[in-house]
Every structure is written in C-alpha cells, then in structure tokens.
C-alpha cells in the first residue's frame, strides 16, 4: 500500500543537510573554546611526545620464494626433497615459519640479546606500557620461578628475549607476488639492519638443514632397496653360471626350432610380465610405506594411476592449508575458526589416505592379474617345453634364468642413478629463497612521524571536541534561545535580564541620569552593586532598557483592554525556583518605571526570602512595612513615604517573618494590593518562586499581570513547564516571560541568527 505524503513524512522526516550543518556550526561558535583548548591540548601533548619519544629505525629486506629454485634438472619433481614443494606449500607458509618460534630464538641467541636492566620507566613509558600491554624484559625474566630447572629456566629466558625481539619484527607478503618483506624497527640504528639480516641468514640455513633432512631420509630408503635388489642380482647370475655349468650347455647361434622360437616368446613375454609385476611390487611397496606414515605429502603416486578425485582433494587440502594460514594472521591457534579448518583438513588427508588405499588396491589387483598372466605364461611355456627335447628345455631355463638377471640388474642400476642423483642434492644448494635485498641501516627514523603525528593530535582533537560540543548541546535542557518561550510554553518573549557587565550597549547613559549608589543618602549605602538595581533606567539604549519598555508596552496593552476601574497594574513578577533574577528584575522595573514618571510601589512579597528587602534594606522606611499595609491597608496606604530623592518610588518592605502568610490571608493581601492600587500608577509585586513556596498560586491570581523570569542557561525545562502547570489557573494573567542573568555575548551566540534586537 502507498503511504501518504504526509504519513511518509511522519514515518520518514525530511532532513535538510544545509540546516543540519548550520545547526552543528552554530554549536561549534557558541563553544569555540571547547574546541580550541582540545586542539591546543591535543597539540601541545603531540609534540611533547615528538620531542621527548624514543626515535624509532626500520630497516628492509626482501626474499624471492620460488619452489623451483635450486632443483636439479635432471631430477623429477616427484623426488625432489626440497624445503618447498610446488604442489604443496606457499609463499604465506614460508612467511610463518620466518616467524616461528624456532626460527626467532635462532636469531636471538645468534644475535646475543641480553635483557635490559631494570630501571624506573619515564612517565611517557609507563603510559606506552599500560596502552600496549607490554611489561620491561628484565622485569618478566626475574619473574622466573625458582623452582625451575636449570634448562627449563635458560628456555623460558630465551622465550622471554624471544618475545621482546619480535615486538619489532614484522614480515609480510608484498601484494601478490612471491616476494617477503622483512622490516625490524629498533631505537638502534645498527641493530635493526643486523636483525633483519640475521633473520635472513638463519631462514637460508633452516632451509638447507630441511633441504638435507629430507634427502637423507630419502637416501636412507633407497640404499635398502638397492641392497635387496644387489643381492637379488647376485642370486641370478649365481643360478644361470650353476646352470651352465651343471647342464654344459652352449647354444649354437641362428639354429632356433619352431617351437624353441615360440617358446623364446613366452619366455620373453613372461619375462616382461614379471618385470612389470616386479615394478609394479616396488610401487605398491612405496604406496605402503607411504600409507602406514599416515603423511599424504611424502606418497608419491605415478600420473597414470592418480584419479580425479585424488586430484579435487588434495587441491582442497591445499585450499584448506591456504585459509588456515591467511587464518593465523589475525588468529591464535587456538581460535574456532582454525581449529575447524584443521578438523576439515584431518577429515579430507583422511580421504586422501583413503584414496591412496582404493590406488592401492587397484594395485594389487593389477599385481594380482600380472600374476595369474604369469601363471598362464608359465603354463604355456610347460607346455613349449614339453615338446622340445631335454637339451631344449634346458636351453630355455637357461635364457630365462639370464633374462631374470638381466631385469634384475636393470632395476639395481635404475635405482642406484637414482641414489647417486639424491646424493648430489646434500650439497646441492636447493633453497627455495633468494635474496633480493639485504638490510642496510636506514637513513631516516621511521616513528616518531613529527608532522603526521601533530597533525593527527590536531584532527583528532578537533573530532573530540565537536563530539563533545554536540554532546552537551544534546544534554543541555535549558532555555537558551527566545524562540523555545512561545514555541514550548505558549508565553510572549518580553527580553533578557543581562550579567550587567556583559551589555555593552551600558556605554551609552541617559543625559543628568546617575546611578542609584551615585545619587547620596541613602543609596549611597547600597555602594558600588547599588548601581545595577536601577541598571534598566540608568541606561536607557541597554539591552535591559529594552526588556523594561518590552514589559511596559505589554503591560499597557493589558491595562488598555482591561475595564477602566479608576486604578493602577499589580504587575507580579516571579520563577519556577529561587535565585533566578526575580527580585533584581522587579526593583530595575519598579526604577523604570519611576524615571519615567509613573508613580510605583514595589511590594515584597516573598515571604521566606525578602529578596527585594534585603537588598534595599539601607533604602527603606521602617514605616512602609507590609505587616502595617496587610492589617489597615485604607490607614497605611496614603502614609506611604516615597524613597528618598526618589518621589516616584515607594518600596513596601517586608521586615518581619511572615512564613505564616496562607490562602486564609488572601482577601487580605488581595485588599492591599488593591487599595495600593489606588494610590499608584503601577504596584510591581516580587513573589516568592513557585517551587518551594504554596502561596505563589493564590498570590499570582491576584495580580493583574505576570511576568515569568527564567534564568538563562541554568534552569531546567521540566522545572519551568511543572511551575506554569501550577499556575494554569492563572494563565491568562501572563504577560510574557524574560530571560535573567544573560551573558550578552553567549546568548547572541545562541540568537544571533534570529535576534529581536533593533
């Protein structure tokens, strides 16, 4: 079924990339600093490891493997004992043996390392150390257990140098071709050039030993069978000379019978018949051998008696041998994945053994058949000689009896061309690795990399720190820009309350209009913090002037639809929780107020925390007291005096602990605030915070208008939406909202593309 485009778009939201990468710069700007102490501590820590690391050297060389590399041509390739066997192993194979056990310790007892004194690591060491796992060599091999015996003790040191030898050894195939590169890095220009050339060297001589190996294991096989066909030989011509001479027997030449000349046939043809019965016997014998070793690599089976499905499985064998060495790149012997590559292997050199098992019997039936052909040559010639006479049938036994020897001794120097063809192989250079490059000292160090290395720092401090910044502007759940006032809490934006130092626009003051602590007694008693209580009517183009007119303009449009009563606005201004600029908003707006002619009193009513009232305590008349206005507001009220040298400010304090005040008291307060109004232009009410305080509900349906401060950057959405939920009965009250303590620079950081200000 096709969706919608407006179901598509609610299951699949379009996403713009232009505003994704303005929104992540915008990020970025607002927390440049982040950004740019990353990159300078990421910096700085790269070149002080550049400058105090250990400079590293590599050194290079490269082998050619090739199979048929040393072989002798006149040799078959079936009986070549050669380290590498073109049908069998690869040039992966021979990159791990370069890396074995055996052949490293060769090297490090060749090379004589010794272990390094124990000493107490650098700080950048013991940082490398705990990244790389690795420990000091001297520590690991005293580390020894006593109880070790004294060969069991110099193998474990030896595993031990071994280990630390090949942390900077690294042998790789290069691309596809047959060649090794061998690499050793070392702080020691010389060593490393030595290492990789003594990895080279003892590799040759590993693989000549091996080369040796098996051509003497070769040479062992072949001197037993050529003993036995040497005595076999021995015998015949000793039975034909017997023969010869027993019977005194000479055969005439050119005067053959009919029937001694068919009976020369058989006897040729039985003749070749056991000889092929007599190669075929040396065949099955080596298949046997082969078989019982249980090894499918030493077998060696003539090309006209293999099967295709001898051929499919050892090509899987060999693709098996393959995996399993790409396998141990990345793995441990141990690994499932080798060990099932292994088990395949043992279950297919299972079904080789089996094959040569089913070669072997087709064998034996092929022997089987040239023996019953012998028994029937055998028969026929009887038979020819029985028809001849005595001397002929003596004439016979005796060629046969030298044909015999003839064979016999045809296999004996077969072999023996073979032996002394195996015997040149021992001091026949047969390796199958050549040379390309030894290792010469390098001319340049290859770690540290001093601009790769500063350069990454950098990137990588870069990618750190936009991680970072996205990650607490996702974490941030502040109000941070206007536009989240009307779109989340449905509330007008009035403007910001600024960290006074941080408006700059502050510059520019009013012409004759000081300060609050410049103006005498008794606001010279507030000193120099005094200044900020009438920031808002001191400077007159700031951008809390702007939120005080924002606030007036609204306020006024609220007292213009409101029923003319002959009365002034009770204007309240409070927060979700304390300590969000509530009370400085409502003394600066009750100040602007009064610098522009309006005749206001500023009533604390934050019962717990007179905030308004001990902040003006220097200021205040001890006779304007809110007890007084709450008991006989119609007395009090026109007793009110004014601040002084302030005629249109009056400030109602509240100087004694009213925590007592409920919604029982609220006709009462609702009268003073009322007949106050009477008297005022504008009464600016600051109220307690609606988190913590009760009465905030009560006291906030009394008043005209609301006005909502939010501390900028600090308070918590959740705590502003649940204060608003509290005050949902007197939600048409509010004015708008403002933000407090604003950073100018910060907030038009935030704002800056969706600014309110002229």
Not at 354 to 361: F, K, M, P, R, S
């Amino acid at each position: 079924m096709r969706l919608e485009v407006t179901e598509r778009d609610r299951f699949l939201p379009e996403v713009k990339l232009g505003d994704v990468i303005r929104d992540i710069w915008q990020k970025i700007r607002r927390r440049w600093h982040l950004l740019a102490i990353a990159v300078c501590v990421t910096a700085l820590a790269s070149i002080y490891y550049v400058a105090t690391a250990t400079p590293q050297y590599t050194a290079n060389g490269s082998l050619l493997i090739d199979p048929r590399y040393g072989q002798n041509p006149d040799q078959t390739s079936q009986l070549m004992p050669g380290l590498l066997m073109s049908d069998a192993l690869t040039v992966d194979s021979e990159l791990r043996v370069m890396a074995s056990r055996e052949l490293t310790k060769r090297v490090v007892q060749v090379l004589e390392i010794e272990p390094k004194p124990a000493s107490d690591p650098s700080l950048l060491q013991r940082v490398k150390s705990m990244v790389t796992g690795g420990s000091d060599t001297s520590e690991e091999t005293d580390a020894a257990p006593s109880a070790l015996s004294e060969d069991a003790a110099e193998q474990r040191r030896l595993e031990v140098l071994r280990k630390s030898f090949v942390r900077g050894l690294k042998i790789q195939r290069s691309g596809d071709s047959f060649v090794i590169d061998i690499a050793y890095t070392s702080p020691n220009i010389e060593f490393s050039a030595k290492a990789v050339n003594t990895i080279i060297q003892e590799y040759l001589s590993l693989s000549r030993e091996e080369h040796v190996t098996k051509v003497e294991r070769n040479l062992d096989w072949l001197s037993g069978r050529i003993n036995e066909l040497r005595q076999n030989m021995r015998n015949a011509q000793t039975a034909v000379a017997e023969f010869r001479q027993t019977n005194n027997l000479l055969v005439p030449e050119g005067s053959a019978l009919p029937s001694e000349v068919a009976l020369t046939s058989a006897i040729n043809q039985l003749v070749d018949l056991r000889s092929e019965s007599l190669a075929l016997d040396v065949q099955i014998q080596q298949l046997e051998e082969g078989i019982r070793s249980g090894n499918p690599d030493v077998v060696q089976v003539a090309p006209e008696d293999r099967t295709n499905t001898l051929d499919q499985l050892e090509e899987s064998y060999d693709a098996l041998q393959q995996q399993v060495l790409e396998a141990l790149v990345s793995r441990s012997e141990t690994s499932p994945v080798v060990q099932n590559l292994r088990n395949q292997m043992a279950q297919i050199q299972d079904l080789i053994i089996a094959e040569y098992g089913q070669i072997l019997e087709r064998l034996r039936s092929q022997s089987a058949a040239f023996q019953r052909q012998v028994q029937a040559t055998e028969m026929v010639k009887d038979e020819l000689e029985a028809e001849l006479g005595t001397d002929a049938q003596k004439t016979v036994e005796l060629r046969g009896l030298e044909l015999e020897a003839d064979a016999t001794r045809e296999q004996y120097e077969h072999l023996l061309a073979q032996y002394n063809s195996a015997s040149q192989l021992v001091s026949f250079d047969a390796t199958s690795a050549r040379v390309i490059a030894w290792a010469v000292p390098p001319d340049t160090k290859s770690a540290p990399k001093s601009k790769q290395t500063v350069i990454l720092a950098v990137f990588a401090g870069v990618v750190m720190a936009i991680a970072l910044i996205v990650l607490l502007e996702a974490l941030d759940d502040t109000f941070r820009m206007h536009s989240d006032i009307s779109r989340e809490l449905g509330l007008t934006f009035l403007g910001i309350s600024p960290v006074f130092g941080s408006d700059k626009k502050s510059r520019l003051r009013a012409s004759g209009w000081q300060p609050l602590s410049l103006r005498g007694a008794p606001w010279a008693k507030l000193g120099k913090n005094g200044q900020w209580l009438d920031f808002a009517a001191s400077n007159p183009v700031s951008y809390f002037a702007e939120t005080m007119r924002s606030i007036h303009v609204n306020m006024t449009m609220g007292r213009d639809q409101r029923p003319n009563e002959g009365r002034g606005y009770v204007v309240g201004i409070t927060s979700s929780v304390k300590e969000e600029g509530k009370t400085s908003t409502a003394i600066n707006y009750a100040t602007f107020l009064a610098s522009q002619g309006k005749k206001t009193v500023l009533v604390d009513l934050d019962i717990i925390a007179r905030g308004t009232s001990r902040a003006l305590k220097p200021t205040l008349n001890p006779e304007n007291g809110l007890r007084k206005v709450l008991e006989d507001p119609t007395t009090v009220v026109p007793t009110l005096q004014p601040v002084t040298n302030t005629p249109n400010l009056t400030v109602v304090g509240n100087f004694e602990d009213l925590a007592n005040v409920g919604p029982q008291h609220s006709y009462a307060i609702a009268h003073a605030l009322v007949t106050l109004s009477q008297q005022f232009d504008y009464v600016v009410v600051d109220l307690p915070p609606v988190h913590g305080v009760a009465e905030t509900q009560f006291l906030g349906k009394i008043c005209d208008g609301l006005v909502f401060v939010i501390r900028w950057g600090h308070t918590r959405r959740p705590q502003v939406a649940s204060a608003l939920k509290q005050l949902e009965g007197a939600r048409s009250k509010f004015v708008g909202a403002i933000f407090s303590q604003v950073r100018v620079k910060s907030y038009e950081n935030h704002n800056g593309h969706d600014t309110y200000t002229y």
